[in-house]
């Protein structure tokens, strides 16, 4: 006798519900919910595991699979569950309960796993206060400065260029540039990539999750699942890259292809950091040859971010104002979200351009100018409806080269305005402050 026969005395289900999620272990979980009742006998409730809905599917074996509750006869599904306590909840729940530390082993929850279980509301720990929220109705900026690289190899028309890089880095700190020379496919490559990593099980990405900020190879979401107070829509893969035969061994092993493509996407932009970084040190009147060793033998580091659709986006956001450590970041992204902040503190959006790669100033080009240069502010902002992706290659020189403000950039008029550091004193003050809460560049300013 099977239990689908009607004669079965296990005969009426009443819900094989979904859209209920519980918090087992230090994973999120989809829960299938049944009620059934025996003849007149007492409602038999059992929750179960749903292996469908549920990413991690050790968790079945690391926990038991099923909870069974009997009522006294009267109780409706809903409150006997209620009333029971295996952080069974609603949908609607998982706002408030996610992220308050009642688990006491490491959270860690990726918003690609949310977006899977078609969360209908960002859970609260995502959820910003009003001032902090993003105005998605920026209209794209038409006007930010997109430079031509090619034409830095042309005499009659080099000047003008440098002209161009000058401007943008004294008001935003931020340009596009097109004819880099990195090839279409190239770039193409790098995004599908990173779009089947953030595709495999969490299980797999899970084998390279680290909250330890010095770590050269890490997976995780947010800035950092184990310290933010806050939390932000994304989930990233880090690794350090050049020189890349020195690394690439600890890249991921999946999907196959990812070393190769974002193996020769990273030497590309290396090259392209170092002729930016000419033409920059150029438009500031410093000689390249001082610091052409340093520039070759610095770090880059590659954050691959993943935004997927957010059904809030109005609440919060992929990243928070930051800007970033280094030289200069080179940006490739899949689609706009980026918003930047000018010299007024106005927020802009930066239009999607196909092929272009987004350059921004880091804070050691802003202490090299002694300040005649600025960092750019920056933040991340998500979609309803669409994953965005980016590749940010994050250039600095090597890890424990102090820098301070070039001697020639110091006269009376303008004294040192800022203490050295290092990339590595950075992340020392990242693994013991929160960048969301207080930039770092503001911890090197001398005060006046
Ligand atoms: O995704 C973006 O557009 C920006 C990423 C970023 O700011 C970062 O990785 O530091």
Avoid at 43 to 65: K, M, V, Y
Avoid at 217 to 238: C, E, P, Q
Avoid at 293 to 301: A, F, S, T, V
């Amino acid at each position: 006798m099977g239990m689908n026969d009607p004669t079965h005395p296990v005969h009426r289900t009443i819900c094989g519900e979904s859209g209920v999620w519980a918090r087992v272990g230090s994973f999120m979980a989809s829960l299938k919910i049944e009620a059934r009742r025996e003849r007149k006998r007492n409602w038999t409730i059992r929750i179960s595991l749903d292996p469908a809905a549920t990413e991690n599917h050790h968790l079945s074996h690391q926990h038991p699979p099923q909870f069974a509750y009997e009522t006294d006869g009267s109780s409706p599904l809903e409150e006997q569950a209620a009333t029971t306590d295996h952080s069974l909840f609603t949908s609607k729940d998982i706002s408030s309960m996610e992220g308050e530390g009642e688990c006491s082993d490491n959270p860690f929850t990726s918003v690609m796993t949310l977006t899977k279980m078609r969360v209908p509301h960002v859970p609260q720990r995502y959820v910003l206060p009003p001032s902090q929220r993003p105005t998605l109705t920026l209209d794209l900026t038409a006007n930010l400065p997109i430079v031509d690289l090619s034409t830095l190899h042309h005499a009659s028309q080099r000047s003008l260029t440098l002209d161009t890089i000058q401007g943008a880095c004294k008001e935003l700190g931020f340009f596009q540039v097109v004819n880099h020379g990195i090839p279409l496919p190239v770039i193409h490559d790098a995004l599908a990539a990173a779009t089947e990593f953030f595709n495999l099980s969490l299980e797999e990405k899970m084998t390279l999750l680290s909250d330890n900020v010095h770590n050269p190879v890490r997976y995780g979401t947010s800035l950092n699942h184990a310290s933010d107070k806050v939390h932000y829509w994304r989930d990233f893969i880090k690794h350090y890259s050049h020189p890349i035969s020195d690394w690439i061994h600890l890249w991921p092993s999946n999907p196959p292809s990812y070393k190769d493509k974002m193996g020769n996407y990273a030497k590309a932009v290396q090259v392209l950091h170092k002729q930016l970084m000419e033409a920059i040190l150029e438009t500031l009147g410093l000689n390249f040859g001082n610091l052409q060793k340093e520039i070759e033998e610095g770090n880059q580091l590659m954050a691959i971010n993943c935004y997927p659709a957010c059904p809030e986006p109005d609440l919060t956001l992929g990243m928070p104002p930051h800007s970033d450590y280094g030289t200069l970041t080179v940006l490739l992204q899949s689609g706009p979200g980026l918003q930047l902040q000018d010299n007024k503190k106005k927020w802009l959006s930066v239009p999607f351009v196909e092929g272009a790669l987004l350059v921004q100033l880091g804070d050691q080009i802003e202490v090299m100018s002694n300040g005649q240069y600025k960092s750019v502010v920056h933040q991340v902002t998500l979609s309803a409806e669409n994953k965005r992706l980016s590749i940010a290659s994050l250039h600095s020189l090597p890890i424990n080269k102090k820098i301070g403000p070039a001697p020639e950039l110091v006269d009376e008029q303008h004294p040192v305005s800022y203490n050295e550091f290092s990339f590595r004193d950075f992340l020392d003050y990242i693994s013991s402050n929160d960048i969301a809460d207080k930039r770092f560049i503001d911890s090197i300013k001398k005060s006046v």
